[in-house]
């Protein structure tokens, strides 16, 4: 049914009901209808309003409706203990609608107010799902500019429910209606994207209507949404994870996901490299794997430009990233790699490289390198 026949029938309803009311008073019953009809269609005006202003969610209007519950009740007991006066009854009826207006007002502010502390009590409210057989995940802005979700998604490394927030593609919104170039292209690039990921049968995406009221910032706003839903969040923002991991959220970052599966390079293994450019030590050639892992090739600067076939010497792990020193085997030297190729490392897995070491070098017998 249309919403606004909806909010028609609301009107017309009212201005019944203030007909049938003022057929017992003195007062003409079109006056009670028109006065009937003015009050629904100040009620959905509110309701649009609040509609409008992003005040009105489904858990917003369950607690509410709580609140107003438990008002109700209350203003019933202490109705009932006032009652045990000696008041007489247009005194009594005056208290009466007086306490039920109060403590009906009062229960809807403190739902409203403390609606996230329900969850105990009326577990709907705050989204809490019962059937854990479908996960849910959030999916942050630059998860959806990174393009990489969406092979997850296709290789079915990723199902289940995802959820864009509202603000989420608002956000996407704003970037690609940029004046800048960079930003405008990422921006229209995530929306690409996010029409890719909806037409993926077994990945159900599902656009988050509900906003977050008194958090402005974006991160903050995810984190949130995350704790109501029990969801987990899709990111590549290292601070946006770091924040969702102090507060108990579970995050799945797809950098850290590329770098788990990057391949094992060990001592003494024979892999093909290409030299493109000269490294900071004389005779030493830079090379990159198919993850955007650094290799140093030692003696490879006549090298350069061809495939070759490399023994790995040593491996060194840092925090910026992973780099392998490897020795051109004299076989290859100078000629392109044998019809015997090896399988690509890491084809489709992408890293930052780091930069050049300065003064790297392999020590003799494949140990551990010396600065």
């Known amino acids: 049914m249309d919403l606004r026949l909806i909010r028609i029938g609301f009107i017309v309803i009212g201005g019944l009901l203030g007909v049938q009311f003022g057929g017992h008073t003195v007062s003409p019953s079109w006056v009670w209808g028109a006065i009937g009809v003015a009050a629904g269609a100040v009620l959905v ?49 005056v208290t009466r609608v007086i306490v039920t207006w109060v403590f009906a007002y009062i229960g809807m502010v403190m739902a409203l107010r403390g609606r996230d502390e329900f969850n105990i009590v009326i577990p709907y409210v705050r989204l809490t799902r019962h059937d854990r057989g479908q996960e849910l995940h959030l999916v942050d802005t630059s998860a959806i500019i990174d393009g990489r979700i969406l092979d997850l998604c296709k290789a079915r490394f990723l199902e289940g429910r995802l959820l864009i927030p509202r603000f989420v593609l608002r956000e996407l919104h704003a970037i690609a209606d940029s004046n800048d170039s960079i930003k405008r292209n990422r921006g229209r690039r995530g929306l690409d994207i996010l029409q890719e990921l909806r037409r993926q049968p077994h990945v159900d995406v599902h656009i988050h209507e509900e906003e977050v009221p008194n958090v402005a910032e974006i991160d903050a706003k995810l984190v949130k949404l995350a704790q109501l839903a029990s969801a987990k969040v899709i990111t590549n923002d290292y601070n946006l994870n770091k924040v969702a ?5 579970s995050v799945l970052n797809v950098n850290e996901l590329a770098k788990l599966l990057r391949p094992v390079v060990l001592p003494g293994e024979v892999i093909e490299v290409k030299p493109i450019k000269e490294g900071k030590e004389p005779s030493q050639a830079v090379g990159y794997l198919d993850d955007g892992t650094m290799v140093v090739v030692e003696n490879g600067r006549a090298l350069i430009g061809s495939t070759i076939r490399a023994t790995v010497t040593s491996v060194l792990q840092t925090a910026a990233g992973r780099m392998v020193f490897v020795r051109a085997d004299t076989a290859s030297s100078g000629t392109p790699a044998s019809s015997e190729r090896r399988e690509p490392l890491g084809r489709g897995v992408t890293v930052h490289p780091v930069s050049e070491p300065s003064a790297v070098r392999p020590p003799p017998g494949g140990g551990p390198p010396h600065r």
């Open 45 to 93: 005006a509110f309701e649009a309003l609040l509609h409008r202003v992003g005040r009105l969610s489904v858990r917003g209007f369950s607690a509410a409706v709580f609140g107003l519950l438990f008002g109700l009740v209350m203003a019933k007991m202490v109705s009932d203990a006032i009652g045990l006066a000696a008041l007489d009854a247009g005194t009594m009826g």
């Open 245 to 249: 991991e102090l507060q108990g959220v």
